[in-house]
Structures are given as C-alpha cells and as structure tokens.
C-alpha cells in the first residue's frame, strides 16, 4: 500500500514523498523523500491526490514537476515543471499510465508564472517530455485536473474552460465542449461526466457528454460548493456529493436520480467508492465517535453500515479498495485497513 505524504506548509519542512505499507497488517516498509520545497515550504496540498501506482512503478505530481520512482523506493526519473508552491484547495492531480505514456497534468502549480497549464505527455522509461497539451491562453484559470483514459483517447477537464479528448497516441484534438468544468472527468458506458459550477451563480451541476463528439447527452442540476466533488460509476449508475451533506445516485444514460442519502453530517468531496453490496463515503458526523466512513445502500441511499475511526478523519477521507478490504487515509491520523460490508437477511452490514 502507497500513500502519499507531505508536510503542511505552513508548519513543516517542506517534505514531499510516500510511504510504503504491509496491506496485510499495516507495517511501514520504507519511507521515501521525493523533494523539498524551498524555504521549508511543501506542496501537501497536492499529495492527498497526485500519487499512484501503476505498471510496476510509482508516479506522483508535485510543485517542481513529475517524479516516478520503482516499488522499492528508487529514482527512475524527474521531468520538471516551471511550477510554484500554491496555497490553492485544488488538489486533483495525479498521471495517468497508458502503455509507454505518462499523462500528467499540470494541476494549478504554473499559476503566476510564466508557464501555461496543460497536460504533459511523458515517455515512461526516459521521463523525457514528448509533447505538451497547453490550456487556451485567452482562459482566465484553466487549472487542469486528474485526466481519464479509455479507448486511444485522453480526456482532461480545465477550470472554467471547458473539457477537451486528446488522441493518446499523437495528442491531437479530438474534440472541446466549453462546459464550465469545476472537476475531474470520469468515462463510463460511452459517456463523460464532469461537475460543473460557474462563479457567478450558486447552481451547479452533473453533465454527461458524448465520449465521440462531446456533445451534451444530459445536465443535472445540484447545489454544491466550487471545487467540491468527484464522480464515481458503477454498474450503468454515477454517484457523486451533491452540497455537503448528500450522496446523490443518478442513472447513467439519462441523469434521472434513482436515490440519494441525506444527513446532519459533512461528506467527503473525495470519489464515493461503489464495491460489491455497498457504497462507501467519508463523513464527519455530529457524534465525533462515528467519525470515519459509511456505507449505503446503491439501490436505495439508505445508509446500511458505517465505521467510527476517530474525530476529524472522515471529511479528507481517501478510501482504495481491494480484495474485499477497504483502504482509507485521513488527513492528520495516519491508514485504516477495514472489511467491506457483508449485508445479512435485515439489510445491514454485519461489520
């Protein structure tokens, strides 16, 4: 298990890396320094999302660049980045793996400096830069997000500019819908979703777009708050934060919602993570015991199971899955393994 680790800027040294764990029971194997910012500054900002492992090898974002580093701990390469340390909230950041390409994005660190955001395309085995997607000039923010892939096409959401399919293999527009995109995309069942949120209204709003053209195929509107939400799809369904306080569950090829879980409690923006009889959410609650990760039901909302971890640790809550075991990190208080919900005859989850 990798996770992702950086100081607070503001109090910290400026350390950006990981950390490796024993899934089985939780051993720190290593701990692994990638870069130190300047001055004691660091980029944890970034990290809860810039970190993943993919084909044998582990890659993350930070302020000076992309680094990728072995399994155990070695340098492969650093491709660096005209970037800067940023106290933004936005933090979706993290490469993409296709084949030979790493695909990168750019994740607001090049705000105020000269450098353009956009999406690097970067050979895997040199690290050396084969081209650039840059945002439009004439946008105002343009911050990219974590990008998708699916079928020889990359697709990268830009803050307030729009989202734009880029072939993988030569990096050519295939296509820009100027949606006011204020999240990353997820590609599922022929169809791109994206949050979207404009500055100068309070509504906000799922959109599902045609993965070949870009074409609207639906919108849905919901409240929430700017920089607020991932998507997660599953079986012909999208699940997502809708404000703070509700999981909404919309039908993939229309946008009609089928149910939703609603409570006096604060979600986690992180992606809903949909796994066998359950959907699993962070949340802090207003009992700081129950503090943690709840799970719901998929087809109803109804919230069947949740686990209390410890104050404060469900509202940055990353939760992996794997293996009918659930992985989540908080913010200040380290990885939980959990079990996944088994439900019994009454609905509920045994554990």
């Known amino acids: 298990m990798y996770v992702g680790t950086a100081d607070d800027f503001t109090r910290g040294d400026g350390t950006v890396g990981f950390r490796v764990f024993d899934a089985a029971d939780g051993e720190r194997l290593r701990d692994v320094t990638v870069t130190t910012g300047p001055d004691g500054s660091g980029s944890d900002w970034l990290l809860p999302d810039s970190l993943v492992v993919a084909d044998g090898a582990v890659y993350l974002v930070a302020y000076d660049g992309v680094h990728s580093y072995t399994l155990d701990g070695e340098e492969r390469w650093h491709r660096p980045v005209d970037g800067r340390l940023q106290s933004t909230i936005h933090g979706a950041g993290h490469p993409v793996v296709v084949g030979d390409t790493v695909f990168a994005p750019t994740a607001s660190i090049t705000a105020g400096t000269p450098a353009r955001e956009g999406l690097l395309a970067i050979d895997d085995a040199s690290g050396e830069l084969r081209r650039r997607y840059d945002v439009p000039r004439e946008r105002s923010q343009g911050w990219t997000y974590s990008a998708a892939y699916a079928d020889g096409t990359v697709y990268l959401s830009m803050l307030d500019t729009g989202v734009v399919a880029l072939t993988a293999g030569g990096g050519e527009v295939a296509w820009l819908n100027e949606v006011p995109a204020e999240g990353l995309p997820t590609v599922a069942d022929g169809r791109v979703y994206v949050p979207t949120e404009t500055d100068d209204s309070d509504e906000a709003a799922v959109q599902a777009l045609d993965v070949a053209t870009g074409d609207p195929v639906w919108r849905r509107p919901g409240a929430t708050e700017r920089l607020g939400r991932e998507i997660a799809a599953a079986d012909g369904r999208i699940y997502c934060r ?110």
């Open 242 to 351: 809708e404000d703070v306080d509700a999981i909404v569950c919309r039908g993939g090829a229309t946008g009609e919602e089928v149910c939703r879980y609603a409570a006096a409690e604060f979600l986690s923006k992180s992606r809903p993570v949909p796994m066998g009889n359950a959907v699993y959410v962070g949340v802090n609650a207003e009992d700081d015991e129950r503090d943690g990760i709840v799970a719901l039901d998929p087809a109803t909302g109804d919230r069947v199971g949740g686990l209390g971890l410890r104050k404060n640790t469900g509202d940055r809550a990353r939760i992996a899955a794997a293996e009918e075991r659930l992985f989540v990190a908080t913010s200040q208080y380290g990885v939980y393994a959990v079990e996944a919900c088994t439900l019994d005859a009454f609905g509920r989850c045994l554990h």
